[in-house]
């Protein structure tokens, strides 16, 4: 976990480091109109971070995690589908909000390993053993996080962000990460409420069937949910429910290709 935490930092950095390419530097620095620190942290004149700068980077990353985890990763597949799962078998607080945020952390740390491994051999470490400059390791920070987020995207979404931002690009690749994120942000959302739907239907049919049958035999004042509860949980657990959801949900996400 350690070794994470400055990974996933610079997940961060990249947000603002490689936009310098996107946008035309100002000609000369102006002290009066307050682009001195933003200059010398998006490096637009080509200086080298100093060691302060580095240090306020990744305290603020630090503090941007929980937001950057939720927008680039695969937790919010992973916790919706999940949330959407404990409504179906009628449990409104079991198990709890810090059990399935923790299952959905690990599951998205298993899902991503293979671009975090990539972060750790071409960022991470180079930049430790001083072989990557800070700047460097800001660009080589971007193309693996950004080849996922692309292999998440939904054609829709993706064209609809392109095309609210007025730009045209050769190339997937050329796509900024401010219109990246959105566009990968709203598939999630997609693909996890399709995932949930599918979850949802057979608890449906049992509660469905034990309303039948109780209105049948003219128990009207029996709460379904006191017989359909325990016969979900029941038939959730005989058929391994946790390791076809959890299976099914890592198998959803599709492989980079970059």
């Not at 899902?111 to 991470?124: A, K, L, P, S």
């Not at 449906?204 to 004042?221: E, F, K, P, W």
């Not at 029996?222 to 359909?228: K, Q």
């Not at 058929?239 to 996400?253: E, K, M, P, T, Y």
Request: charged residues 10%.
């Amino acid at each position: 976990m350690k070794r994470l935490i400055p990974i996933l930092t610079f997940f961060l950095i990249t947000l603002a480091g490689p936009h310098a390419a996107y946008a035309d530097p100002p000609d000369a620095l102006d002290p009066s109109n307050g682009l001195n620190l933003i200059n010398a942290v998006t490096g637009l004149h080509g200086d080298s971070y100093s060691l302060n700068v580095q240090t306020l980077l990744i305290i603020t990353g630090l503090a941007f995690l929980p937001g950057l985890l939720l927008l680039m990763t695969a937790f919010t597949r992973i916790i919706i589908v999940l949330s959407v799962l404990r409504q179906a078998l009628g449990l409104q607080s079991t198990p709890p909000n810090m059990i399935l945020a923790a299952l959905a952390l690990i599951l998205t740390l298993f899902v991503m390993r293979g671009v975090i491994q990539q972060e750790q051999d071409q960022v991470f470490t180079p930049y430790m053993a001083g072989t990557l400059t800070f700047q460097d390791a800001l660009q080589n920070a971007e193309p693996p996080i950004q080849n996922f987020m692309l292999a998440q995207c939904r054609r829709e979404p993706l064209h609809l962000f392109v095309d609210l931002s007025g730009g045209h690009y050769a190339n997937p690749q050329a796509i900024p990460l401010n219109v990246l994120i959105p566009a990968f942000s709203t598939s999630e959302l997609e693909t996890a409420f399709q995932i949930s739907f599918l979850i949802y239907i057979p608890f449906v049919l049992i509660d469905l069937a034990v309303a039948s049958v109780l209105m049948s035999l003219g128990m009207i004042m029996v709460s379904p949910t006191l017989i359909s509860l325990p016969l979900k949980l029941l038939m959730f657990v005989s058929i391994h429910g946790w390791v076809l959801v959890l299976g099914a949900l890592a198998n959803s996400f599709a492989t980079p290709t970059g």
